[in-house]
């Protein structure tokens, strides 16, 4: 069976973007970066919804053209435009750049998915995360913990009926300040 990650950077006090959405406190620095490509390396696939999916869309196709791009930004780039992507939205009419659109129940698809296959995904944005977090398919979490208190935002975790048994696996902190706590459910 697949596994499914939820990976993000969130502030200390929990949220992944500030009331106003927007992700200018995150410290992502190149360190931090190559971090991230490692871990996006290992995926099979990646799983959006529809803002996540807008947002990645927006800049990676291009990315490793951006004057600007660090060489772990242009190698994101590449990974991400050859990784497949699932997009679950209901509002949008395509997708592009090697996704796929589903329409329908996230978590029916997603439970496919993970028993049809031993591929392991990663579930970007905390909207969809939520739904499969409360529906027990979520089977590894990765906070990268930023040094900052945004005070509102959209938080993590959903709120739940029930609780999640986590188990602590691994624990690093970067030269930026950021600490990585990562978890399996239990």
Do not use: Q
């Not at 600007?68 to 009419?93: C, G, H, N, Q, Y």
């Not at 591929?119 to 979490?141: C, F, H, K, N, R």
């Amino acid at each position: 069976m697949g596994r499914l990650r939820f990976s993000m950077s969130v502030s200390l006090d929990g949220f992944v973007d500030s009331p106003e959405r927007s992700l200018d406190w995150v410290r992502v620095d190149e360190e931090l970066h190559e971090v991230f490509n490692e871990e996006a390396r290992s995926m099979d696939t990646f799983l959006y919804g529809r803002r996540m999916y807008e947002l990645m869309a927006g800049y990676w196709p291009a990315g490793d053209r951006d004057p600007a791009a660090t060489p772990a930004m242009v190698e994101f780039a590449r990974i991400w435009r050859t990784t497949p992507k699932v997009v679950f939205s209901r509002s949008l009419d395509a997708v592009e750049h090697g996704s796929r659109l589903v329409r329908e129940d996230a978590v029916a698809e997603v439970a496919r998915l993970k028993s049809a296959s031993e591929a392991d995904m990663d579930v970007g944005g905390p909207t969809l995360a939520g739904s499969l977090i409360a529906a027990g398919l979520v089977d590894e979490y990765r906070l990268y913990v930023h040094p900052v208190v945004l005070g509102g935002g959209t938080r993590f975790f959903p709120p739940l009926d029930e609780r999640v048994e986590l188990e602590l696996v691994e624990t690093r902190t970067y030269r930026s300040g950021v600490v990585l706590l990562r978890y399996r459910t239990a």
